[in-house]
């Protein structure tokens, strides 16, 4: 069974960047980002992201210009929200059912200041969607981001002309500006954070206490985290904000369904990255994808059709499941 790689990596040309040999060079790679232009009225109103939009793409398609040869297969946006996806051009063809959705979660779910962009595809005869996420800010905005991710996970969608929630996809990922919060005290956490014991403010993580507490996100996972809180910064520096009290936070995240197994390659922050009050967050992962051999699979649907009685027929259909499946090349 083939594995493809999957790479999420929210920030361009960062010294923190994976490096990759041509033959490890990920397949797929899947970018996004937050609040590409200031969230103010006059943005939300008009939703005047054309400019910045077109930046960033620029910038992104040179970036993997430089890498190798990757193909542009879908982008979504939503005032700040702003996600793409490349693979790489010679494994365009694998690519079906691409689709997307936008959902929004700001001002009473019709302002696009906070919400998800999804775009969801099939990989050969693997389902995959991704999700770009901003969701409710704040210490106390806790219970709205629960409520968020349920919309995301229960949210239903066309694939291969059926419907599916997108928890239930082989592979689903949710990441960006999740916004959970540490609940502790502000001198505390940046004690904790400065002699580098991460793993006890780790409790204290709204989102990994959901997902470790909540049997309604039993089907969620994240990777170790090892890398400091990603906010709240003075940009321009590395220097954790004082100005208007606000804790250190894991806002910036990736989480995936466990549906199917994930390796995870690495999971990280990027330090040195100083332009933005957050630290951007990156991922390399391995995925398994499956290919039916459609051949086989319409012999066998013949000669089921043939031979299956109401009493040989569970046990017909079962003894021919696992020719359906080959490695794909």
């Not at 083939?2 to 790479?7: A, C, G, T």
């Not at 929200?81 to 079906?96: A, D, H, M, P, S």
Request: glycine share 6%.
């Amino acid at each position: 069974i083939k594995e493809i790689y999957y790479y999420e990596y929210l920030t361009i040309n960062s010294k923190s960047s994976y490096m990759f040999s041509n033959e490890e060079r990920p397949d797929i790679y899947v970018i996004g980002f937050q609040e590409i232009v200031s969230l103010n009225a006059n943005n939300l109103l008009i939703s005047s992201n054309y400019e910045s939009l077109k930046k960033w793409k620029k910038l992104v398609i040179k970036t993997l210009d430089g890498i190798g040869k990757y193909s542009l297969i879908k982008t979504l946006d939503l005032v700040g929200l702003y996600q793409l996806i490349f693979i790489k051009t010679e494994l365009k063809e694998n690519v079906r059912y691409l689709d997307s959705q936008i959902i929004k979660t700001g001002v009473m779910g019709t302002v696009g200041n906070k919400g998800s962009l999804i775009i969801k595809f099939s990989y050969l005869d693997t389902d995959l969607a991704f999700v770009c996420s901003h969701l409710s800010h704040g210490m106390e905005g806790n219970k709205h981001r629960i409520n968020e991710l349920q919309q995301i996970l229960s949210k239903t969608i066309m694939m291969n002309g059926r419907e599916v929630q997108l928890r239930n996809l082989d592979y689903l990922f949710i990441y960006g500006d999740l916004n959970f919060r540490i609940k502790y005290e502000d001198t505390l956490i940046k004690q904790l954070i400065s002699i580098g014991r991460l793993e006890e403010l780790k409790p204290y993580d709204q989102l990994l206490q959901v997902l470790s507490t909540s049997t309604v996100f039993s089907d969620l996972s994240e990777g170790n985290i090892t890398f400091d809180p990603t906010y709240k910064f003075t940009p321009g520096t590395s220097l954790y904000d004082t100005g208007k009290k606000r804790e250190p936070a894991w806002c910036d995240r990736i989480i995936f369904n466990k549906l199917n197994k994930i390796e995870i390659v690495t999971y990280n922050s990027v330090y040195e990255y100083t332009q933005s009050d957050h630290k951007p967050v990156y991922g390399l992962f391995k995925l398994k994808i499956l290919s039916i051999d459609q051949l086989e699979r319409e012999k066998l649907i013949l000669e089921y059709k043939k031979n299956a009685t109401n009493d040989n027929k569970e046990i017909n259909i079962f003894s021919k499941y696992l020719s359906l499946i080959h490695i794909s090349e």
